[in-house]
């Protein structure tokens, strides 16, 4: 039996390997926290195997065990960081084919240009394929290539104009090729340094709101922090949960940005602005436990919100009439509990 044919026999074992591999992988970096654009995998096509052994560069003497990419996952990050961070992470969990892996990112030779990934040929360790549900594939090997969005990006373009080399580079375009791979390197390690200033950043807003220096101008970051750690609105949160409401933990980006619009267009400037009103709507029960008992016997969503809404709900109830139905056109409650607000703010002259 020929070699194609051999691998056509064994290709849905690697696409069942890799599968389960991908599936793996993914829980892995989720459990470390690292948040990645995307996982793609595959097990290598009939007729990508059938080419790379018709290569007149290769000569494979047993092509099904000396092809090390026959399965394939691609983690793709936000960071150059988290490459390095991912890539130890696959060291540990997983036996490392040092001779046939390369960490392309530090190719320094003159034939070799471009913003390129780290590739580790990787087999299951030990431990884990001693378990019955990997047993059978623990002399499988899998290419993971993990590069950041940017590296990923000179990928793309690399491929689609197929320069591999120095050499290969008509003049005309080197000088623009080596500006474009050296921006991209820029970019990702400004992109970290961004990452790290924002970091810090927060840190130092928690630190500040846990000595009630509220005295922080209102953006993304700082209203984030306040809704997460204040330990005033934790209060104003746990007092309208014992009325009836539920507040989730969880918000969007959207629903961020929606109350930080509605923030600003209140002049609210700092977090020492929206303190104020958390504890003023602290004294105000009445009109919370009203749109409670107006709420009960309908659905359960209608009592429900996320943190950054209820902030914009406690802006509507501070607010005089003219200004909440104001407010009021520009955003969207769930529907009873907006036609509620427009009720109970129109008739609080």
């Known amino acids: 039996m020929d070699s194609v044919e051999q691998y056509k026999n064994i290709r849905p074992l690697y696409e069942s390997f890799t599968s389960k591999l991908h599936q793996l992988l993914e829980e892995l970096i989720a459990s470390s926290d690292i948040e990645i654009v995307i996982m793609e995998s595959r097990a290598k096509s009939i007729e990508s195997f059938q080419g790379k052994i018709e290569r007149a560069d290769k000569n494979y003497e047993d092509p099904i065990n000396d092809i090390t990419d026959l399965s394939g996952i691609r983690v793709i990050t936000y960071y150059n960081e988290d490459v390095d961070s991912i890539c130890k992470l696959i060291a540990k969990e997983f036996d490392v084919d040092e001779a046939n892996s390369v960490d392309k990112r530090k190719i320094t030779e003159e034939d070799r240009f471009g913003y390129l990934s780290s590739h580790l040929v990787v087999r299951l360790s030990s431990i884990r394929s001693q378990l019955s549900e990997w047993s059978y594939y623990s002399s499988f090997r899998t290419e993971i290539q993990v590069r950041s969005v940017l590296q990923h990006s000179w990928a793309a373009i690399d491929q689609k104009l197929r320069y591999k080399t120095e050499e290969s580079i008509?003049?005309?375009?080197?000088?623009?090729?080596?500006?474009?791979?050296?921006?991209?390197?820029?970019?990702?390690?400004?992109?970290?340094?961004?990452?790290?200033?924002?970091?810090?950043?927060?840190?130092?807003?928690?630190?500040?709101?846990?000595?009630?220096?509220?005295?922080?101008?209102i953006d993304r970051d700082s209203f984030q922090s306040y809704i997460d750690n204040s330990?005033?609105?934790?209060?104003?949160?746990?007092?309208?949960?014992?009325?009836?409401?539920?507040?989730?933990?969880?918000?969007?980006?959207?629903?961020?940005?929606?109350?930080?619009?509605?923030?600003?267009?209140?002049?609210?400037?700092?977090?020492?602005?929206?303190?104020?009103?958390?504890?003023?709507?602290?004294?105000?029960?009445?009109?919370?436990?009203?749109?409670?008992?107006?709420?009960?016997?309908?659905?359960?969503?209608?009592?429900?919100?996320?943190?950054?809404?209820?902030?914009?709900?406690?802006?509507?109830?501070?607010?005089?009439?003219?200004?909440?139905?104001?407010?009021?056109?520009?955003?969207?409650?769930?529907?009873?509990?907006?036609?509620?607000?427009?009720?109970?703010?129109?008739?609080?002259?």
């Open 170 to 217: 008509p003049v005309y375009l080197k000088r623009k090729l080596y500006r474009l791979s050296a921006l991209l390197e820029l970019a990702d390690e400004e992109f970290e340094a961004i990452r790290e200033i924002s970091g810090k950043k927060v840190e130092k807003i928690k630190s500040d709101l846990q000595l009630s220096k509220l005295d922080i101008a």
């Open 231 to 349: 330990e005033t609105f934790h209060k104003f949160i746990a007092n309208i949960e014992s009325i009836g409401f539920s507040i989730k933990e969880l918000y969007t980006d959207a629903d961020l940005a929606i109350s930080i619009r509605i923030v600003r267009s209140v002049n609210f400037e700092t977090l020492e602005d929206i303190e104020k009103i958390i504890k003023q709507e602290m004294s105000n029960g009445e009109f919370y436990q009203s749109l409670i008992d107006d709420l009960s016997g309908g659905s359960p969503k209608q009592m429900s919100m996320s943190r950054a809404a209820l902030i914009r709900l406690a802006i509507i109830g501070s607010a005089s009439s003219q200004k909440a139905k104001k407010i009021l056109k520009g955003i969207q409650f769930k529907q009873k509990l907006h036609e509620l607000l427009l009720v109970k703010k129109t008739n609080n002259k």
